[in-house]
Every structure is written in structure tokens, then in C-alpha cells.
């Protein structure tokens, strides 16, 4: 029978030389400490973040020949995202591999954005280690690589444009109310245009709820255009 570090393997096609790398990278800080082991994924993330920047800003720089500095990193923002890790580490259901006490695990923390998103970065980081670059970023640009079109879902910065075209200003976002436990919080946040609402959304990061209020914002201003007079 498989173990949990040999059914990730068979699901991300890769098996490791060298299976610390990927146990620490599965390791969770509070878990480490609570067993007195001294190694933990935040120092593996920290490098998996960097080949995953480095990998993506050379997907985008080929794959895009003719886009401009501007639009590739609006793209590079959205696929580095916290919101798109949480979402890969989703479809592989990392947070079945985590290493977490006990309490965390009755909190809920494998649902928590944060947490997957950064393990997901960790794993990037152990692959690097344990393989090398080139098979860290054949990784990650497998997975951005099936999208047929990259779309910006950058609603802030469509917004931000379009206010500033019109009033010179950029809009101001306020985040009105946190509801739920401090592991799993809600915040509600809203946009304005000097003291005009714009726009109000929900969401479980302070820049998804800023998101959300953005999208809302160019959604009513599409629907009636007096909104922005």
C-alpha cells in the first residue's frame, strides 16, 4: 500500500531521489515544533517561490512574443497569486500530504488559502532540489501550459485604469467588516471614488475581497454608466 508521500508522487509524475526534500516540504511549522524536529517548509517555500517566478516570467516572455512588459506582468501576477497556488494545490489535494497537529487539523487550516498556497510553493522548491531546475520548470509550466488562453482576471487593475483615466485618481478600498474564526475569516471590503461607492465584495484574503469589489465596481458601471459620472 502507497504512503502519502508515494500517492503525491504518482500524482504529480515525479518520484523523488532523496525523500526529505519532499517531507520537509510537507511539513508545516507548528507541526515541527510540536515534535521538536527542526525542519519545516517556510525556508523551502521561501525558494519555491523564486523558481516559480523565474519559470513563469520564462513561459510568458516565449509563449507571449509580442505582448509588451506591462500586460506580462499583470499575467505573471495572476499565475504567481496566492489564489492560483491554493487552487493547484486543490486540484492535487495536497492537504490530504500535510504534516499538521492536531489542532490545526480540527481549525480546518487545509481549506486555508495560505496555508496550501504555500505549501504548494515548497513543493516547487523540493522538486528543485532533489532534480534540478529544468524539472522544477518543466512543472510548473506543465501546469500553466494546458490553458489553451491565459485570461487577466485582474480586476483591480482594470479599475484602477479606468478610474484614473477619468478622474485622475486611483480608487481607495476600505475593508468594512471580518466575520468568522481566525482561521477561516470573511472580509467584506468596498470601493470608492472620492466618497462615491463603486463597488463592495466578499472574500477570504483581503485582496480576494478587494478583488471581488473591483469586479463588482466595473459590473455596475458596465450596467449604468451614470454610476461613474
Same mark, same amino acid.
Given at each position: 500500500?502507497?504512503? !502519502? !508521500?508515494?500517492?503525491?508522487?504518482?500524482?504529480?509524475?515525479?518520484?523523488?531521489?532523496?525523500?526529505?526534500?519532499?517531507?520537509? =516540504?510537507?511539513? @508545516?511549522?507548528?507541526?515541527?515544533?510540536?515534535?521538536?524536529?527542526?525542519?519545516?517548509?517556510?525556508?523551502? /517555500?521561501?525558494?519555491?517561490?523564486?523558481i516559480l517566478n523565474t519559470a513563469v516570467t520564462d513561459f510568458l516572455y516565449h509563449r507571449y512574443p509580442n505582448e509588451?512588459?506591462?500586460?506580462?506582468?499583470?499575467?505573471?501576477?495572476?499565475?504567481?497569486?496566492?489564489?492560483?497556488?491554493?487552487?493547484?494545490? *486543490?486540484?492535487?489535494?495536497?492537504? +490530504?500530504?500535510?504534516?499538521?497537529?492536531?489542532?490545526?487539523?480540527?481549525?480546518?487550516?487545509?481549506?486555508?488559502?495560505?496555508?496550501?498556497?504555500?505549501?504548494?510553493?515548497?513543493?516547487?522548491?523540493?522538486?528543485?532540489?532533489?532534480?534540478?531546475?529544468?524539472? =522544477?520548470?518543466?512543472?510548473? !509550466?506543465?501546469?500553466?501550459? *494546458?490553458?489553451?488562453?491565459?485570461? /487577466?482576471?485582474?480586476?483591480?487593475?482594470?479599475?484602477?485604469?479606468?478610474?484614473?483615466?477619468?478622474?485622475?485618481?486611483?480608487?481607495?478600498?476600505?475593508? !468594512?467588516?471580518?466575520?468568522?474564526?481566525?482561521?477561516?475569516?470573511?472580509? @467584506?471590503? *468596498?470601493? @470608492?471614488?472620492?466618497?462615491?461607492?463603486?463597488?463592495?465584495?466578499?472574500?477570504?484574503?483581503?485582496?480576494?475581497?478587494?478583488?471581488? +469589489? =473591483?469586479?463588482? =465596481?466595473?459590473?455596475?458601471?458596465?450596467?449604468?454608466?451614470?454610476?461613474?459620472?
Amino acid at each position: 500500500m502507497m504512503d !502519502i !508521500i508515494e500517492q503525491l508522487e504518482k500524482k504529480i509524475k515525479i518520484k523523488f531521489k532523496d525523500r526529505k526534500h519532499i517531507e520537509e =516540504a510537507l511539513t @508545516h511549522k507548528s507541526y515541527a515544533l510540536s515534535k521538536g524536529e527542526e525542519k519545516f517548509n517556510e525556508r523551502m /517555500e521561501f525558494l519555491g517561490d523564486s523558481i516559480l517566478n523565474t519559470a513563469v516570467t520564462d513561459f510568458l516572455y516565449h509563449r507571449y512574443p509580442n505582448e509588451d512588459e506591462g500586460k506580462l506582468s499583470k499575467l505573471k501576477s495572476q499565475l504567481v497569486s496566492k489564489s492560483s497556488l491554493y487552487k493547484w494545490a *486543490q486540484t492535487l489535494k495536497l492537504g +490530504a500530504h500535510l504534516k499538521l497537529t492536531e489542532n490545526e487539523s480540527q481549525a480546518n487550516p487545509r481549506l486555508k488559502e495560505s496555508i496550501l498556497a504555500d505549501a504548494m510553493e515548497a513543493v516547487i522548491g523540493a522538486i528543485y532540489l532533489d532534480h534540478g531546475f529544468e524539472k =522544477a520548470k518543466d512543472f510548473v !509550466i506543465k501546469k500553466f501550459s *494546458q490553458a489553451k488562453r491565459i485570461v /487577466e482576471n485582474d480586476t483591480k487593475s482594470k479599475l484602477q485604469e479606468l478610474i484614473q483615466k477619468k478622474f485622475k485618481i486611483p480608487p481607495s478600498y476600505t475593508i !468594512i467588516k471580518e466575520s468568522g474564526p481566525d482561521h477561516d475569516k470573511t472580509f @467584506h471590503s *468596498q470601493v @470608492h471614488i472620492k466618497k462615491k461607492l463603486l463597488g463592495e465584495g466578499l472574500g477570504k484574503s483581503k485582496k480576494e475581497s478587494e478583488q471581488a +469589489a =473591483a469586479k463588482d =465596481a466595473l459590473k455596475r458601471i458596465r450596467k449604468d454608466r451614470r454610476i461613474f459620472i
